[in-house]
């Protein structure tokens, strides 16, 4: 019985991880389109690597970062402007596969993104890591964009929604364990 007690709580565990890292991935997603940089930034571990190959702002080029403080300039722009909901990262087909020693996980998903006048899409890969301080990070990301398109001409229907709104004060309402 002890045995199957314990395959019950490694499972019941991995489930949990599993969710902690979905609210981290959504946590990423959400900080992009409110505007806190730090908190994007703070998705990522210290020692982290992240690859944008094909990266439609640097005019296609693949860029390639080591650490937080390289990491950190790429989403400074994020966080300038006041706070509120300016974007649109949508992701599907999110996958999440825990390690059983529970230190990691590898994460897939497609994304669009919307801005006022174009669309784009691709995928993110990466794996993230289990911090110290409980909260799932990542370690290495790809964020690959495959396609995209940008209108010459569009009309402005609606701006961008301030925080006022918001009963979390915009930030993301972040699964915690209890």
Excluded at 5 to 11: F, G, I, K
Excluded at 14 to 29: C, D, H, P, W
Excluded at 45 to 54: M, Q
Excluded at 76 to 94: D, M, V
Aim: glycine fraction near 10%; charged fraction near 20%.
């Amino acid at each position: 019985m002890s045995n199957e007690l314990e395959a019950l709580q490694l499972r019941v565990a991995r489930l949990e991880a599993k969710e902690a890292v979905q609210s981290a991935f959504n946590r990423y997603l959400y900080c992009l389109d409110t505007g806190f940089g730090d908190d994007i930034v703070d998705c990522y571990t210290e020692d982290a690597i992240l690859d944008v190959p094909n990266f439609p702002e640097a005019g296609g080029q693949d860029l390639h970062f080591e650490g937080r403080a390289e990491i950190e300039p790429l989403y400074a722009p994020y966080g300038k402007g006041p706070k509120g909901i300016r974007g649109g990262h949508h992701s599907a087909n999110l996958a999440i596969n825990v390690a059983h020693d529970l230190a990691t996980a590898d994460v897939t998903a497609y994304f669009m993104t919307s801005t006022p006048n174009g669309v784009q899409g691709g995928r993110y890969e990466g794996t993230m890591r289990n911090c110290p301080d409980g909260q799932w990070r990542w370690h290495t990301l790809a964020i690959t964009s495959a396609w995209g398109w940008r209108a010459k001409e569009f009309e402005t229907v609606s701006e961008p929604v301030g925080l006022e709104y918001s009963p979390f004060g915009g930030r993301h309402a972040a699964y915690t364990t209890p």
